[in-house]
T-cell receptor, first 116, second 116 residues
Framework: AQSVTQPDIHITVSEGASLELRCNYS??????LFWYVQSPGQGLQLLLK??????LVQGIKGFEAEFKRSQSSFNLRKPSVHWSDAAEYFC??????????????FGKGTKLSVKP | DGGITQSPKYLFRKEGQNVTLSCEQN?????MYWYRQDPGQGLRLIYY???????QKGDIAEGYSVSREKKESFPLTVTSAQKNPTAFYLC???????????????FGQGTRLTVV
């Protein structure tokens, strides 16, 4: 079965420090992968996506992610974190579900706190 | 502006009452989804609909019902059979690109339901 694991429930980084959020997936074929961000009490906003091609993908707000097939990983990175990046981050894989394509399987999320 | 509108943002209901959450989109998307979010649980799929007049159960459909009479609308009813309905509910939609396997989902701002 398809699944997504985000090993870190909560991460705290200092403002200006680099960030890496981990995501591992289980999927039988080439996955479609996504990272979303959620501010408290809000919906989810797409940060970036991987469908095919270059394994390093650029997203909004200075985020990037690298697809590593050999490690079944799609880690999210940012070289310098800003206080406004504090939020919850979700990794998701596009999956077949009950014969219908296009349903997303989400990880449980990583909450990012930023220290001044 | 195109987008997904969920209403209301906050909803309070007495135990044993049915309640309907609204989700409307003007993105001309074919597919629509309902997710439930609980702290530390990520997003869990309740129901989804790929086309009008058709919908499928997700992972946690028990105690919920939906309809898809119009492309733009996908209301969710939380029935009295749902044992623990207090949660944050998110609606999403996707464009079905028949030349590709998946596309990104767009999310509404969510409805927080509290049952007392």
């Amino acid at each position: 079965a398809q699944s997504v694991t985000q090993p870190d429930i909560h991460i705290t980084v200092s403002e200006g420090a680099s960030l890496e959020l981990r995501c591992n997936y289980s999927y039988g074929a080439t996955p479609y992968l996504f990272w979303y961000v959620q501010s408290p009490g809000q919906g989810l906003q797409l940060l970036l996506k991987y469908f095919s091609g270059d394994t390093l993908v650029q997203g909004i707000k200075g985020f990037e992610a690298e697809f590593k097939r050999s490690q079944s990983s799609f880690n999210l990175r940012k070289p310098s974190v800003h206080w406004s990046d504090a939020a919850e981050y979700f990794c998701a894989v596009g999956a077949f579900y009950g014969g219908s394509q296009g349903n997303l399987i989400f990880g449980k999320g990583t909450k990012l706190s930023v220290k001044p | 502006d195109g987008g997904i509108t969920q209403s209301p943002k906050y909803l309070f209901r007495k135990e044993g009452q049915n309640v309907t959450l609204s989700c409307e989109q003007n993105l001309n998307h074919d597919a629509m989804y309902w997710y439930r979010q609980d702290p530390g649980q990520g997003l869990r799929l309740i129901y989804y609909s790929q086309i009008v007049n058709d919908f499928q159960k997700g992972d946690i459909a028990e105690g919920y019902s939906v309809s898809r009479e119009k492309k733009e609308s996908f209301p969710l009813t939380v029935t009295s059979a749902q044992k623990n309905p207090t949660a944050f509910y998110l609606c999403a939609s996707k464009f079905r690109d028949r030349g590709r396997r998946d596309t990104e989902a767009f999310f509404g701002q969510g409805t927080r339901l509290t049952v007392v």
